[in-house]
Structure formats: structure tokens, C-alpha cells
């Protein structure tokens, strides 16, 4: 399965936030680079950010969700 990156952010608690609002919404997120980015000053902006992916196939719907502002995923219950 390929996972794409729809979300970038350089702390934590952004990755994290987004990571939650997505799960919540019935997607499938992944965060990577955070404990890289904890580790040391700089490093996630260094390393491109902290980044939040989902499966390929949710990837246009999870932009889109995250794009409206909306805290769940109403078409989809």
C-alpha cells in the first residue's frame, strides 16, 4: 500500500492535531519524521517537516476534508 503526504508541519502538535482530526473522519493517517523532529532543534525543518500521510486512495478526499475545515466526515456516515 502507498501512503502520500497531505499534510506537512514543522511541530508536533500541528502533525498530531491533523493525525487526530483525520482518524476521527474514519481516514487512515500516519505521522512520520516526529520523533526525528523532537530530537533535535531544526531537524524538521531540515528534514522537510513532520509529515502526516494517508493511503493513496483516501488521498484526494482526506485534502479535500482537511481543505473545508470540517472536525468530521459527514458524508461518509
Do not use: C, W
Not at 531544526?42 to 528534514?47: C, E
Amino acid at each position: 500500500m502507498q501512503f502520500v503526504t497531505i499534510f506537512r508541519a514543522f511541530n508536533p502538535i500541528d502533525a498530531q492535531l491533523t493525525r487526530a482530526r483525520l482518524e476521527a473522519a474514519e481516514f487512515h493517517p500516519v505521522v512520520l519524521n516526529e520523533l526525528s523532529a523532537l530530537s533535535t532543534d531544526g531537524y524538521a525543518l531540515a528534514a522537510g517537516g513532520i509529515l502526516v500521510k494517508v493511503p493513496e486512495d483516501e488521498a484526494e478526499e482526506a485534502r479535500e476534508f482537511l481543505a473545508s475545515g470540517n472536525t468530521t466526515n459527514d458524508e461518509n456516515k
